[in-house]
C-alpha cells in the first residue's frame, strides 16, 4: 500500500513522547495539537514547563514553496533544532481561509518509517505527525519529510500550522520546549477552478519474482484529490491475462476520499511481463489514468538448504531437557511465505517408523530426556516445508546416544580419570587406532556399532590398569559410519564416530 492512512476520532489530548508517561503517545500525536483554528491548542497543554517558542531552539517548514500550482505534488519537510534535547515529535496540517482542509496529505513508503498520516472523520481537519522511529531518540534534531498535493488555485491562500518538541528524555512531560508556526502561501493562479482530479501518487506496481502457480496481490492506493465529486467510469488491464482486477472501484468519489484497487499477477508461464491498466474518470484532461504493472516468474524454488547443529552428530546425551537445534533455511521465492519446520526422531536410520513435532517458523525444539530410552541409539533430522514445493529435508540425519545416568562430553575426563584420547586415522580405510587415557584402573567395555544401534564388534571389555591404551580395529564389514562406544566403571560414557572407506 502506497498511502499510510488511519482514522482517528477527534479528541483532546497532547503530544507525550516518553514511555512513562501515556506511552502510546511516542508513536504520534493525536489530532488537533499543531496549534491550527479553531482550538489553536499545541503541546504546551501538557509540556507546560516554559512559554511556548521560548526556548533557545526553533522549528521551520522547508521545501514548500512561497506560491503553489493548483492541484500540484510537492515535497515538504519539517525541521527542528534545540540543543541539549534528546527526543523529538511534531504535527502539521493545512488550511484555507474559510478553516478547512487544504489539499491532501500523504506519506510515501521511504517516508512512512517516520511520519505518519492522521486522516479525521467527516469535516475535521487532516494532520501528520511522527511514528514512534520518528521521535528519533538520542539524535541531536528531528526532520520529517511528506508529500503534499495542493488544492484548486480558487482554494486561495493555505496556511500550514504546526508544531513541535524538543524533549529531554527524562520519562516526564516536565522540561520540554514547545516549537509552533505558520506559513501562508497563495496561488499561482486564483482563477484556476474548481476541480475533480484522481491522484495516483505512485502508478506503478511491481511484483517481483512469482513462482509459476503463485500468485501475489498489490494494493493500488488512490484518492479524489480536486474539491469536486469525480466519476469513475471504468478500469480496465490492456491485454496480459497474468495481471486481473480483484475488486471493484465506487462509481463516484468525493473529495478526500480514498479507494483502493487490488491487482493480482498470477503467472502460467515463465517470462518477464507487463501491462497498464486503465481507470477512466470524467474529470477534464484525465479522462483515463494509466499504472503500469510488471512482474516476473519462475518456476517454483524449494527452501534452501540447511545443516543441523544439535545434538552433535556422535553426541552422548545426559538427563535433563534436550535442545535440538538447526540453521535456518530461506524461501527464494518472493512470495509472502515463510519457512515452517518438522522435526524427526527415530531409532532407525532409514526413519521407517518416527516421532514429528512441528515447531513453525522456530529453528529449535526442547524435549525432556525423560521421553527417550537410556543407553539408545537416537536418529534426527528437520523438513522446511513452504507453500508451493515439496520442501527440502537438512543436508544429513544425526545421531546420538543416550546416557540418561551418567554422561560425559566426548574428550571430557570421567570422575575416574579416564578420557578417549583420539581415534587415528578418522576417516580410515584399513584399520583404525582408538586411544585412551586411564588415570585409574577400572573396568571398561570398548565396542563399536553401527547407526543401527546394532554392536559389530567388542575391542575390549574388562579391566584397564592406569596409564595409555590403544586399540586397533580392523573392521570386515561394508563402508560407512560407526560409533565408537566406551563405558567404564564410574558409569560415564563417551562416544566417537568413526568413518570407513574402501
Known amino acids: 500500500m502506497m498511502f499510510q ?17 501515556l506511552f502510546a503517545y511516542v508513536g504520534g500525536a493525536p489530532p488537533a495539537y499543531a496549534g491550527n483554528p479553531p482550538a489553536m491548542m499545541d503541546c504546551t497543554s501538557c509540556h507546560s514547563s516554559f512559554e511556548l517558542n521560548s526556548g533557545p531552539g526553533g522549528t521551520a517548514l522547508l521545501q514548500i514553496p512561497a506560491a503553489y500550482q493548483g492541484s500540484h505534488l510537492y515535497s515538504g519537510q519539517v525541521l527542528i533544532g534545540h ?14 481561509s474559510e478553516g478547512n482542509q487544504a489539499g491532501v496529505f500523504y506519506t510515501t513508503p521511504s517516508q512512512a518509517p517516520y511520519t505518519q498520516a492522521l486522516y479525521t472523520d467527516g469535516d475535521s481537519l487532516d494532520f501528520l505527525t511522527h511514528t514512534e522511529a520518528g521521535s528519533y531518540p538520542g539524535q541531536t534534531f528531528g526532520v520529517w519529510n511528506f508529500d503534499w498535493f495542493s488544492p484548486p488555485g480558487s482554494t486561495g491562500p493555505v496556511t500550514f500550522y504546526f ?9 516526564t512531560d516536565a522540561g520540554d520546549y ?3 508556526s505558520t506559513r501562508i502561501i497563495d496561488p499561482t493562479d486564483p482563477d484556476d477552478p474548481p476541480t475533480a482530479y484522481l491522484l495516483v501518487p505512485w502508478p506503478t506496481l511491481g511484483f517481483g519474482l512469482t513462482p509459476i502457480g503463485s500468485s501475489q496481490q498489490a494494493t493500488l492506493t488512490m484518492l479524489s484529490a480536486g474539491n469536486l465529486p469525480l466519476a469513475i467510469e471504468g478500469y480496465e488491464i490492456a491485454g496480459s491475462e497474468s495481471f486481473s482486477i480483484e475488486n471493484e472501484l465506487p462509481d463516484t468519489l468525493h473529495p478526500g476520499d480514498f479507494a483502493e484497487l487490488i491487482i493480482r499477477f498470477e503467472p502460467e508461464v515463465q517470462g518477464n511481463f507487463q501491462d497498464t491498466l486503465f481507470i477512466l474518470t470524467d474529470s477534464p484532461g484525465q479522462e483515463s489514468v494509466a499504472i503500469h504493472l510488471f512482474g516476473s516468474s519462475t518456476f517454483p524454488l524449494a527452501p534452501t538448504a540447511f545443516d543441523l547443529i544439535e545434538p552433535a552428530d556422535g553426541a552422548t546425551i545426559g538427563a535433563g531437557d534436550l535442545i535440538f537445534r538447526w540453521q535456518a533455511s530461506e524461501n527464494p521465492d518472493s512470495i509472502d511465505t515463510r519457512v515452517t519446520y518438522t522435526l524427526e526422531l527415530s531409532l532407525e536410520s532409514d526413519f521407517h517408523e518416527v516421532d514429528s513435532w512441528e515447531t513453525g517458523y522456530d529453528t529449535t525444539m526442547t524435549l525432556s530426556a525423560n521421553d527417550f530410552i537410556d543407553h539408545r541409539l537416537y536418529f534426527w533430522r528437520v523438513f522446511a516445508q513452504d507453500s508451493n514445493t515439496e520442501g527440502t529435508w537438512s543436508t544429513t540425519h544425526h545421531a546420538f546416544m543416550t546416557d540418561l545416568t551418567n554422561s560425559a562430553e566426548e574428550n571430557s575426563t570421567s570422575p575416574e580419570g579416564w578420557q578417549l584420547v583420539n581415534t587415528w586415522p578418522n576417516p580410515f580405510n584399513s584399520t583404525v587406532r582408538v586411544n585412551m587415557q586411564v588415570g585409574r584402573q577400572g573396568a571398561f567395555n570398548v565396542r563399536v556399532f553401527d547407526l543401527l544401534g546394532r554392536e559389530v564388534e567388542t575391542l575390549h571389555t574388562g579391566s584397564l590398569a592406569a596409564g595409555l591404551h590403544q586399540f586397533s580395529w580392523r573392521p570386515t564389514v561394508a563402508s560407512g559410519v560407526y560409533l565408537l562406544r566406551v563405558h567404564g566403571s564410574d558409569g560415564t560414557t563417551q562416544v566417537r564416530k568413526l568413518l570407513y572407506v574402501r
Open 5 to 21: 492512512h488511519v482514522r482517528f476520532a477527534l479528541a483532546a489530548f497532547c503530544l507525550v513522547l516518553f514511555p512513562a508517561h
Open 163 to 171: 508544531a513541535s518538541l524538543a524533549a529531554d528524555g527524562d520519562g
Open 83 to 96: 540543543t541539549g534535547a534528546t527526543s523529538w515529535g511534531y504535527e502539521i496540517t493545512a488550511v484555507d
Open 178 to 180: 514547545v516549537y509552533s
